[in-house]
């Protein structure tokens, strides 16, 4: 496949940073992706792809290897052995936002509360994607895999992806590697039939969201729309005219701690509980040691989610918050967890100012924010 000419990553990624890489190639098929990605593997050269360039922050120097541009699309329908739901195997390269509203128009639902989420159909369970109480771990079936160890595609469940919130053993975390080197090149989901008329909203995060009550019912094309407003409300909703939407989404994470830790912070932060695993386990007793006493079960109290932005605006930082009056980094002057890009910011500059937030942020209330975006060539 012909190589073309390398853009700095500026221009391919929603924070608008990034140097020019040595090399860049363009997928446009899923065979032509598991090919060069082989190829490169099998070389030993550095690669990093790249598809929506929503949820990566990379350095102001060049990159130095190959970026493949995943430009993958298309949708295919299939039938599902379970009654009243549809599959749809979606290429890695195909839009998010441009699947969830195929969904909606079809009347398929389990995702329409993701709408106005950027990036790639690929890059969604890497992250776990979700918002508004959806995770595309809840409709999710199986990726095909292009595995780094074997070279090998194959389909892999969703259960063996270790998907968790905003992690999976796909994703490289700040400071790590990931568990399980591989691409994605499809992925299939299994969606509800739910037609297109009204009905009651199952989960309260969402329905807080859009102030709905409990009995309250809306169509699927009503819950899209109201939505992609709050999100734009928010500056989440990507606008080319609008510097609060050149970001990388949350650029932190919401801390998930544990109960105990969660009780140190001040009442009035947002939490939201986070079920414990369930481990079905069984112990042995020799019975040649065995005296009858079974200790009674323990029990756990679940984690709990914590409200990064609520820290970083209780930390002392508001909305609009840069460092000096000519930085041209600054948090969204619509929401305090998002970092953006004012026009021209360098990748430095932008991580100034995730430090600044870091430490301010440790520093009341002793926990340490970890970012969201995958960083190359980056150090906070």
Not at 32 to 41: K, N, P, Y
Not at 219 to 247: C, I, N, P
Request: net charge negative; proline share 7%; glycine share 12%.
């Amino acid at each position: 496949m012909p190589d073309v000419e390398p853009r700095p990553l500026a221009e391919l990624t929603t924070l608008r940073t990034g140097g020019i890489p040595d090399r860049m190639v363009e997928a446009r098929t899923t065979d032509e992706l598991v090919g060069v990605v082989r190829e490169l593997w099998s070389a030993g050269e550095p690669v990093l792809l790249v598809g929506g360039g929503s949820n990566l922050f990379a350095g102001d120097e060049p990159f130095d290897g190959t970026v493949v541009r995943v430009l993958t699309t298309g949708i295919e329908r299939m039938p599902s052995p379970r009654p009243g739901f549809v599959r749809l195997r979606v290429a890695a390269g195909h839009g998010w936002d441009d699947l969830v509203g195929y969904a909606v128009a079809a009347g398929l639902a389990g995702i329409e509360a993701m709408s106005g989420i950027p990036g790639t159909v690929g890059a969604a369970p890497i992250q776990n994607i979700g918002a508004y109480g959806q995770e595309i771990v809840q409709t999710l079936v199986e990726v095909d895999l292009l595995d780094e160890v074997d070279g090998e595609v194959r389909a892999v469940p969703a259960s063996d992806l270790a998907l968790g919130f905003r992690t999976s053993a796909l994703k490289q975390h700040y400071g790590s590697v990931p568990e399980r080197v591989a691409v994605i090149l499809s992925v299939t989901l299994e969606l509800a039939e739910a037609g297109h008329g009204e009905r009651p909203l199952a989960g309260d995060q969402l329905r807080t969201a859009l102030g709905l009550g409990a009995g309250d019912a809306v169509s699927l094309a009503w819950v899209r729309d109201h939505v992609l407003a709050t999100r734009a409300r928010k500056g989440m909703v990507l606008d080319e005219g609008d510097h609060d939407t050149w970001s990388a989404g949350s650029f932190f994470q919401n801390a998930v701690v544990s109960a105990g830790f969660a009780r140190t912070l001040p009442p009035e932060c947002p939490r939201w509980p986070v079920a414990p695993d369930v481990v079905d386990t069984v112990t042995v007793y020799p019975l040649a040691t065995f005296d009858g006493y079974v200790p009674p079960p323990t029990s756990q109290e679940s984690d709990v989610k914590i409200s990064a932005a609520w820290l970083i605006e209780h930390a002392g930082l508001g909305k609009g918050f840069r460092l000096a009056r000519s930085s041209r980094a600054a948090l969204s002057s619509k929401h305090a967890l998002a970092l953006t890009n004012r026009g021209g910011a360098t990748a430095e500059e932008l991580s100034e100012l995730a430090r600044f937030i870091q430490g301010r942020v440790q520093s009341e209330f002793g926990l340490i924010l970890q970012p969201e975006p995958v960083l190359v060539g980056v150090e906070l």
